[in-house]
């Protein structure tokens, strides 16, 4: 049987949404989605997949790469092997496949973003994307991939009918590594992946002086203020406001950028927004390479002038 | 304790790249740097043998010849010894192959505790370190943020998880991937570069660990490369015009309102 097996990720009860991008990966690649999961009550949509295996074991102990190895291969016990296995391109998803990749000595992916399927060729990307690799598996064995959050969840279709249920033993004690517990990170209730229109601000406003006139702005648009790193590093903007490599990959509806010239840790970091318009005066500043409007012009003047324009 | 760490050379991240007319192979600015994630993991090995007595730092890396200027950075902030598996004419994308060879030094060389880079800035697989830890069957946690000696089998650690972190305690031998903030790498004192630009390090052939010729190559590799290609060409920047900021600001008011529709 040609199938797709997804493993989940969860975590205190939550169904991560970037585990519809794995989902989009099976639709694109027109396999059978199965979905492992731990069991326990997830929000999630049973329609989008054909079977669900629900795993006995408590969630904590799922993303540990020994448990999962061996469930994968009592899956594939029963099942026969994936066509392809799917994981999340996140610090836990990384770790689990390559695990599985080693243990099982599988062809492995790491980061795809695009699929043609067609020729069944994977991209992904080189060097913070400066350059895309084409890849396909050479050798007649199932692959394991990880897939960029965001790349493949518009694939996902409703196949219209629930899917069936199966359950699979939890594996017995694994002494070697043991899970003590999980550290929220501090919540302060702003999730700049989460906002629509962010209004991302660079060293080229000035000091941090600056910055409240900026918030009065964000609020008159309704946007999230976001920053760049050396306005993190400044302390001008708290760290869970930085987008970046070092910070978080954003992909908001408007990304305007002020006074942000645009390393490219910065552009990876917000490149895929759908529309990024970008003010600085340098009119060579790299941010105008990426951005699909620009202003050349001082941030702080426009600035101001936007608050009149929007009081009054 | 023997502390081995793994390495790997890479273009800095302003190095120029550029795919060569075969579409199949990237030519790279000659502008390499030790991988980030990698100085972490000797930095934390250096911090490692200070907590435990009689500790040992062996610092390896699988690459061309040129690699050894990243093992002598290494050496230069520390290390004791360094290593130099050399991957000319076997230079595959392929990290089953990569993850082989280390495993088998890891076994020749021995060890109780592994350290390496979360991932290599270059190919950002982040696979290498997972994959040698099952190659030896020892346990292994991903993207650590703290590293601390419970007693001298056991380490208990903090790993970077979506949204928090996880506190995990792993017996030895174990592998430990590094990710950025358990630590600040420091600068290499120039005696520590004197003495690593005197270093000898031996250079070993991957065929003497034990894996057969047919087992490095391109050939047997699992993963075959098609293309690189560069990204897609992004349209031209459209640059509001105005003379005077009041007017480019109104334009933008408009184009929010209008086209981008979050007015």
């Given at each position: ?15 991560e ?5 794995s989902?989009?990966m ?8 199965f979905?492992?999961i ?25 993303l540990n790469?020994l ?32 695990y ?8 492995i992916?790491?980061?795809v973003?695009?699929?043609d ?17 084409q890849?396909?598996?050479a ?13 493949f ?25 043991s899970?003590v517990?999980?550290v ?17 601000l ?11 006139k ?16 050396p ?82 | ?18 795919i ?16 980030f ?88 697989n ?19 943020l ?16 979506e ?18 903030g ?28 034990g ?31 105005g003379?005077t ?17 979050v007015?």
């Open positions: 049987m040609s199938y797709a097996l997804i493993i989940s990720e969860v975590r205190r009860g939550v169904f949404e970037r585990n519809l991008d989902i989009g099976a639709h694109l690649a027109g396999k059978d989605a979905l492992l731990p069991e326990g009550n997830y929000n999630l949509n049973n329609s989008i997949v054909n079977k669900i295996i629900k795993a006995k074991l408590e969630e904590s102990l799922f790469p448990i999962i190895t061996e469930l994968i291969s009592k899956i594939i016990g029963t099942l026969g092997a994936p066509e392809i296995v799917i994981f999340t391109h996140s610090s836990s998803g990384i770790e689990l496949a390559s599985l990749a080693g243990k099982m000595s599988l062809p992916i790491t980061d973003s695009g699929y399927r067609n020729e069944q060729i994977f991209f992904k990307s080189y060097y913070s994307d400066k350059v895309f690799g890849f396909k598996k050798k007649e064995s199932p692959l394991v991939i990880t897939v960029r959050s965001g790349s969840k518009d694939h996902v279709t409703e196949k219209g009918k629930n899917a069936e249920e199966i359950t699979v033993d939890g594996p017995s004690g694994i002494e070697e590594r899970f517990e999980y929220e990170e501090e919540k302060t209730g702003v999730d700049i992946t989460k906002a629509e229109f962010l209004l991302s660079g060293r080229g406003i000035g000091n941090k002086d600056e910055i409240p900026f918030e009065e702005l964000a609020n008159l648009m309704k946007a999230t203020i976001s920053g760049s790193r306005v993190i590093d400044k302390q001008w903007l708290p760290k869970e406001r930085q987008v970046g490599t070092s910070g978080k990959t954003v992909k908001p509806k408007v990304y305007l950028a002020m006074g942000i010239s645009g390393a490219f840790q910065h552009i990876a970091g917000m490149k895929d927004s759908e529309c990024i318009i970008a003010v600085n005066k340098d009119p060579e500043a790299p941010i105008f390479q990426y951005a699909h409007y620009g202003i050349v012009a001082d941030a702080n003047k426009i600035r101001d002038k936007l608050k009149d324009l929007l009081q009054g | 304790m023997k502390i081995l760490v793994f390495i790997k050379q890479v273009a800095d991240t302003e190095a120029r790249i550029l060569k007319g075969d579409n199949k192979s990237l030519e790279i600015e000659n502008k390499y740097n030790l991988n994630f990698d100085e972490f993991a000797v930095e934390e090995a250096i911090r490692l043998k200070t907590k435990l007595k009689d500790s040992k730092i062996t610092v390896c890396t699988y690459g061309g010849k040129k690699a050894i200027e990243a093992l002598r950075t290494a050496i230069a902030m520390g290390a004791d010894q360094a290593f130099l598996i050399d991957n000319t004419d076997l230079d595959t994308e392929d990290p089953l192959i990569t993850a082989r060879i280390l495993s088998e030094f890891a076994k020749k060389e021995g060890f109780d505790i592994i350290l390496c880079g979360r991932q290599a800035i270059d190919d950002e982040g696979a290498i370190g997972a994959m040698v830890a099952e190659f030896l069957n020892i346990p292994h946690v991903s993207a650590i703290k590293l601390d000696v419970k007693d001298d089998k056991h380490m208990i650690v903090e790993s970077d998880a949204g928090g972190k996880g506190t995990i305690e792993v017996e030895l031998p174990a592998l430990f991937t590094t990710q950025k358990i630590n600040e790498p420091r600068v290499p004192l120039i005696t520590g570069v004197m003495k690593a630009m005197k270093a000898n390090i031996p250079v070993i052939d991957p065929t003497t660990l894996l057969k010729k047919e087992e490095l190559i391109k050939d047997t590799s699992k993963i075959e490369v098609l293309f690189y290609e560069t990204p897609k060409a992004r349209p031209p920047v459209k640059i509001i015009d003379e900021p009041q007017e480019k600001a109104k334009k933008l008011v408009k184009l929010l309102k209008e086209e981008a529709k007015l």
